[in-house]
């Protein structure tokens, strides 16, 4: 039987043009930057790695290097690229990018390189789960905007419940309110068929506003329901025992193993097994599944409020992971910048934990700048990730399409 | 006769689409659920067994709503001070929506907003009759600029419009505050981030300067701007060839380009038009209900706004409705936490349920047992892709 | 097995869309359901496949009632149906979309993706499919496609099953290969429905055809003795001309010339290779081809919608390569789009809005930035007489008209001012046989007063009687110019397969 194949030509289009030359350029202006911005500060940085150990990076000299090689890179970008290598020399230059600009930043001085980076990955745990419950949503074709609302209704319900019977409990309930709040998105998107973003942002509303009254109406009242002793970090045999990863990766909270193993679960899920073949196909022609008798509805259903229960561990993450109580809006829009490394990471859990962890790197490069005096304003440092997130999502993500159903109504008729 | 015709038409229209009634049903709903929550919470009421009580909190927390809202002259006074910015951040998101565009960044365009109309309004010392509309139209030329950046980065890259807005939101949250920090800003006595103050000539005046100045009634002519600035959008929309060409983008992007339409300019000129709606509520917030700029002037009118939309539908009377009902909702609001003591926040709760519930005409009508052709809301979100 | 249809009826909101429906299904056979577009054969066939519930009726399996609430339901009791627009995932492997809903699994639920490979193997050598597991959907024609939906009803055991329109997609090659699997199906003992508009194949393969008008069953006859136009009259309810009424043309000079024109779409694939033609004043030229192989491309750099990488377009001689949609519209070019809901209209506009959709900046319509909607009005007003589009009222939603209206809207819209060029792709599809004829007279008009028509469409027989002349395009290349008069249905079939008829070998 004769078979047409798709005929291919060297030619490329002009979409792929544009994208290959907004990376070149990319890698320009990150060379600019870094030789006459990051190149300007002379003197050693000390990157403190464990206690005994302090590597030192001469600021200017590596600035420089860096940026003769980061304009070559963009060169050769723009006159031949590097084709499926384009993303890791990418992520390499943007690694490098980020030592040398810590080095401007901290040269004449030292800080804790290592306490930076256990700090990023603690920080990226809301986001991390935040992602992952917003994956399981849009992969069943749900879009999921309320991943902010899921993670302070959360964190409200595993602060009370956390401070009145325990921090297990705490977090028991916080998965429960992280259901709750799913189940609103799915009865309203699934049964009820409204616009999925409209249910969303009223979520967001209602938890930003119940929370908010609960916390000024009862909480301020009753302080005691608003304290709690959060989990301390639990160090694992050996691999604890690991320099500078060890700190880093395995002496962390619960809340990061779970993230963990989260990220490992559902992505072996998803590509793996029938459960993850089901809800791709749910999320990208959900007709093809119901016409070959698999329930859209009700795995629909299961995977939203399974993500209300992820994501209820995320907002945890804030009174029993971390701050011990309860605040007004204490999420403070990182469930929007969960949804942001849904996208970034194209619906895929390792591409959203990668996102999670530049957002909570940005985090922890925020804390430790304040105790460097760099001379330019902390807003700009503190506004960085933002910009990033525009650059790459205009620059590179771009046109990626998200699971194609996500956003419509399934009828089963 | 012609009269008499158009309003039958009206009510026909009325009775034909029952959108109102829905709508009233949602608001009573979203009341009755907050009953519950007000009673819900009253915990040392409920533990001391005093429901009635209880019951009796809902009953004067909702009473001081309304007179806080409506009850005197000094709560329409507070109710259209609340409503201005809501007015034209609710046009802000509507005009995107009808683009076809899903407008988060109002906030950030009313910081940018806000910040150049503050400019013009105390660096300048002209006459007042020209000074206030350039402060004004600065406002609207700032935001515009910012709601450009997201349509530029649509058109040109795909970039969707839900990731840039919110992102450039909190980057203007950052720019404003160190803005307010620098020397052109920042109030010269002052170490705080907070901006010097427009002089008195130069801000919006207030609308019942009239009746012997009187300082609690807050309203100012911004509110004027917000009623221009509705009417202008349904002229634009129903009347303007650009108007028709947003129509039908915002409807089916591919037709439009089919039908000879310049798309990627639709985009970037939806997200100017939209920008300088969000910024004139930054000029009206601005000049005319501070007289100064502090770090968070915008607070959450932006996301209000996309409530008030959908609310609205997007159309012009219906976001100037939506707006005034959540500007009532608003003062009402303060008047309710003074008299009873019912947190503020309670309003926030209320207006996600009145969303949920039109949103949910189906739910509306199995809930109260009512026959309605249940119109839906439309479908504000396209998918990631382009 | 014997399945029974009995009385069924099926409402929608405004329509019935079947009406006391009796049918009896056995193994063994081909039964042929034939309809025009919204005779009601797919509701039907939904009906049957638990996908839509019947308001009336039940059906029986071997002398007893059941129930099918899902398709899960009839898949159970051995029903399997191929639908029109293939239910596969475009991103899954081939394997994946056979197994899903009956996966074969390891430990902790995992997916066994090599028992998967296995099945389709079996079952794809078996009957002879020729099918790669691990190949991606959407990277396939949709002849294998095709094939992987009957592998999908196989695996599962489908005593009958259900063609919905099956080659409406397919080359005449690969509707002859259908034809044998059918074939092969029939002789395995499984019982075979075949629903389709088209008379020559329903006279060709069916045992029985049962013919279906507005919902009702009008009469069933035997493919042996009935004749064409014996069953085009019961479906359509009247005698019907099945041959275009059209004067031999008269060519005058050349208004539409493509040189060499090329286009790359955005993963990088030649879609439109190296083509050139033209089209002559008061000359239809039609353009034939599977669907896919490079038509809407095509079309899309003729009227401006996307940008060819090489050659040009010349309209009367003057370079029109760069021009805008919109200026390729003011110098005279109609365009009738292939898909009417995604770029012809826009449904949540008024039907008068959308007769003035590619013209409202004219003049005409507008003055400066204002509209001038009593202008609009009163044109869409003619428009609606003048082509007899039926509906209630000019101001009302154009996505309620029937597929028909809608159609007509645009032709309206796009043939009612002076034309040089007037280009139709898929002029006539899902519309009703009615609208079909008024279309078809619309467009050899046009071409009687001197206007250069291209007609694009993948029915052959739409193509053959409009065209003065045919080209075949295969896999973007134009491979055939022909004269339909003298070429036969075969010929034409073995040039859109990418082959060359004996005839042609010189």
Redesign the interface.
């Known amino acids: 039987m004769s078979t047409i194949d798709p005929v291919i030509l060297p030619l490329i289009s002009a979409e792929q043009r544009k994208q290959a030359r907004s990376v070149g350029l990319t890698f320009v202006v990150l060379g600019i930057v870094a030789a006459f911005v990051l190149g300007n500060r002379p003197g050693d940085a000390g990157f403190k790695l464990v206690d005994s150990y302090i590597f030192v990076i001469p600021a200017q000299p590596f600035a420089r290097i860096l940026a003769l090689v980061l304009i070559a890179l963009g060169a050769a970008q723009l006159l031949k690229g590097f084709g499926k290598w384009t993303n890791v020399v990418l992520s390499i230059s943007a690694a490098t990018f980020v030592i040398s600009f810590l080095a401007w930043a901290a040269s004449g001085g030292s800080f804790s390189f290592t306490g930076m980076l256990q700090d990023t990955v603690t920080r990226s745990v809301p986001i991390i789960l935040g992602a992952i419950a917003g994956i399981l949503c849009e992969r069943s074709g749900i879009i999921n905007i309320a991943i902010e609302g899921q993670l302070l209704g959360s964190a409200f319900a595993g602060a009370v419940a956390g401070s009145l019977l325990g921090p297990w409990i705490g977090i028991v309930a916080a998965m429960a309110m992280g259901v709750g709040l799913s189940s609103i998105l799915a009865v309203f998107s699934i049964r009820y068929r409204v616009d999925q973003v409209i249910v969303g942002f009223a979520i967001n509303f209602f938890a930003l506003g119940l929370t908010s009254f609960l916390a000024a109406r009862v909480l301020t009242d009753h302080p005691d329901y608003n304290i709690l002793s959060p989990l301390r970090p639990i160090a694992l045999p050996l691999l604890s025992n690991i320099p500078v990863i060890g700190v880093v990766l395995f002496t962390q909270t619960l809340f990061v193993y779970f993230a963990y193993l989260a990220v490992a679960v559902a992505t072996w899920s998803l590509y793996h097994t029938k459960w993850g073949l089901r809800t791709r196909a749910i999320g990208e022609y959900p007709k093809a599944a119901g016409t070959l008798g698999v329930d859209v509805i009700k795995l629909r259903y299961r995977n939203v409020l399974l993500a209300g229960a992820v994501a209820g561990v995320g907002g945890a993450w804030w009174p029993i992971g971390m701050v011990g109580r309860f605040d007004q809006n204490i999420t403070n829009g990182r469930g929007f910048i969960a949804l942001a490394a849904v996208i970034f990471g194209r619906w895929n859990p390792v591409g959203a934990l990668s996102a999670a962890l530049v957002f909570g790197l940005a985090e922890a490069i925020q804390l430790k700048m304040s105790n460097l005096d760099t001379g330019i304003p902390s807003e700009f440092l503190l506004m960085a990730p933002y910009l990033v997130t525009l650059v790459v999502v205009a620059g590179f993500v771009g046109r990626s399409r998200g699971p194609k159903a996500a956003g419509q109504p399934y009828d089963a008729q | 006769m012609k009269i008499v015709a158009t309003l039958r038409r009206l009510a026909d229209r009325i009775a034909r689409t029952s959108s109102l009634r829905i709508t009233l049903l949602a608001i009573l709903s979203a009341m009755v659920v907050g009953a519950f929550?007000i009673i819900l919470?009253?915990?040392?009421k409920l533990k001391n067994g005093d429901i009635l009580g209880a019951v009796h909190t809902v009953g004067s927390a909702y009473w001081a709503l309304v007179v806080g809202s409506f009850g005197s002259l000094r709560a329409i006074s507070a109710t259209i001070n609340s409503a201005t910015p809501l007015i034209l951040c609710g046009v802000s998101v509507a005009v995107a929506f009808k683009a076809g565009l899903?407008n988060i960044g109002a906030t950030g365009q009313m910081l940018a907003g806000g910040m150049a109309a503050l400019w013009v309004g105390f660096s300048m010392d002209g006459p007042v009759i020209i000074q206030v509309p350039l402060a004004v139209l600065a406002g609207a030329v700032g935001g515009a600029a910012y709601g450009a950046i997201p349509g530029v980065?649509k058109a040109?890259?795909?970039?969707?419009e839900?990731?840039?807005t919110?992102?450039?939101n909190?980057?203007a949250g950052?720019?404003v505050?160190?803005l307010l920090?620098t020397n052109m800003f920042q109030r010269t006595d002052r170490t705080d981030p907070i901006s010097k103050l427009v002089a008195a000539p130069g801000r919006l005046p207030r609308l019942f300067g009239f009746m012997d100045n009187r300082p609690d009634l807050v309203a100012h002519a911004g509110f004027i701007v917000a009623i221009l600035a509705v009417i202008v959008y349904w002229w634009f929309l129903n009347?303007?060839?650009?108007?028709?060409?947003f129509?039908?983008f915002g409807?089916?992007a591919?037709?439009?380009?089919?039908?000879?339409m310049h798309t990627k300019r639709l985009t970037v000129m939806a997200m100017m038009f939209a920008g300088a709606f969000a910024g004139l509520a930054g000029a009206a917030e601005v000049l005319g209900t501070y007289g100064y700029a502090s770090q968070n002037f915008a607070g959450n009118i932006g996301?209000d706004a996309?409530?008030i939309a959908?609310l609205g539908r997007s159309t012009p009377l219906g976001t100037l409705l939506a707006a005034l009902l959540f500007g009532a909702l608003q003062a009402g609001g303060r008047q309710m936490q003074v008299d009873t003591?019912?947190?503020i926040?309670?309003?926030?709760?209320?207006?996600?349920?009145i969303?949920?519930f039109i949103?949910?005409p189906?739910?509306i009508k199995s809930i109260w047992r009512i026959k309605v052709s249940p119109t839906?809301?439309?479908?504000?979100?396209?998918?990631?892709?382009? | 097995m014997q399945l029974e249809l009995q009385g069924i009826t099926k409402r929608f909101p405004g329509v019935i869309a079947n009406d006391n429906v009796n049918l009896t299904l056995k193994t063994g056979e081909v039964l042929c359901l034939i309809g025009e577009n919204g005779a009601g054969k797919s509701t039907l066939m939904n009906v049957l496949y638990g996908m839509y519930k019947a308001d009336e009726g039940q059906i029986v399996l071997d002398g007893k009632p059941v129930v099918f609430t899902s398709p899960a339901d009839a898949i159970a009791a051995g029903i399997g149906m191929v639908h029109q627009h293939f239910m596969l995932v475009p991103v899954f492997t081939v394997a994946e979309n056979v197994v899903l809903g009956v996966e074969p699994t390891g430990r902790f639920g995992s997916l066994d993706i090599d028992k998967a490979r296995e099945m389709v193997r079996e079952v794809s050598d078996r009957y002879n499919l020729n099918l790669d597991p691990d190949a991606v959907i959407e990277d396939l024609p949709v002849g294998v496609q095709q094939r992987v939906e009957i592998v999908k009803v196989l695996l599962r055991d489908a005593k009958v099953v259900v063609f919905d329109e099956p080659t409406a997609v397919l080359t005449p090659k690969e509707i002859i290969e259908f034809f044998e699997i059918v074939k092969t199906l029939i002789a395995a003992n499984r019982g075979v429905v075949f629903i389709t508009h088209k008379l020559k194949e329903a006279l060709n393969v069916a045992d029985r055809i049962a013919v279906l008008r507005r919902g009702q069953v009008v009469g069933e006859v035997d493919p042996k003795t009935a004749t064409e136009s014996q069953i085009a009259e019961m479906m359509v309810g009247r005698p019907v001309q099945l041959i275009v009424d059209k004067k031999p043309h008269a060519p005058g000079e050349v208004v539409l010339e493509v040189k060499d024109l090329s286009v790359v779409d955005a993963d990088g694939r030649t879609m439109v290779d190296s083509v050139s033609f033209s089209v002559r004043a008061g000359e239809v030229v039609g353009i034939a081809g599977v669907q896919g192989n490079g038509q809407t491309e095509l079309v899309d750099a003729l009227t401006g919608l996307r940008d060819s990488t090489r050659g040009n377009v010349s309209l009367d001689g003057v370079d029109i390569t760069s021009d805008s949609p919109r200026e390729r519209h003011a110098k005279g070019i109609a365009h009738v789009p292939e898909d009417r809901q995604r770029q012809g209209l826009v449904g949540g506009l008024s039907v008068a809005e959308n007769l003035i959709l590619t013209r409202y900046h004219d003049e005409e319509f507008s003055h400066g930035i204002v509209m001038d909607w009593p202008a609009a009005h009163s044109v869409a007003e003619n428009l609606i007489a003048e082509y007899d589009i039926r509906t209630p009222s000019a101001d009302i939603d154009a996505s309620t008209l029937s597929g028909g209206n809608q159609q007509k809207v645009i032709v309206a819209r796009e043939l009612s001012r002076p034309l040089r060029l007037s280009i139709a792709a898929q002029p006539t599809r899902g519309v009703d046989v009615g609208s079909i004829e008024y279309i078809h007279s619309r467009i050899i008009k046009e071409r009687d007063t001197g206007t250069a028509v291209l007609i694009v469409s993948t029915e052959l027989d739409e193509v053959m009687a409009l065209s003065d002349r045919l080209l075949v395009m295969y896999r973007g290349k134009i491979v055939a110019d022909l004269d339909p008069k003298v070429s036969s249905a075969m010929d034409i079939g073995l040039y859109m397969a990418g082959s060359r008829p004996a005839s042609a070998v010189n």
């Open positions: 929550i919470s009253d915990i040392d899903f980065l040109r890259t795909g970039a969707h839900v990731i840039t919110i992102m450039l909190n980057m950052f720019l505050l160190w920090k009347r303007s060839t650009s108007g028709f060409e129509r039908a409807m089916n591919d037709a439009a380009q089919y039908a000879g996301f996309i409530a959908l003591d019912v947190p926040d309670l309003i926030v709760v209320l207006r996600a349920l969303v949920m949103a949910a189906l739910l839906s809301l439309g479908q504000t979100f396209k998918g990631w892709g382009s």
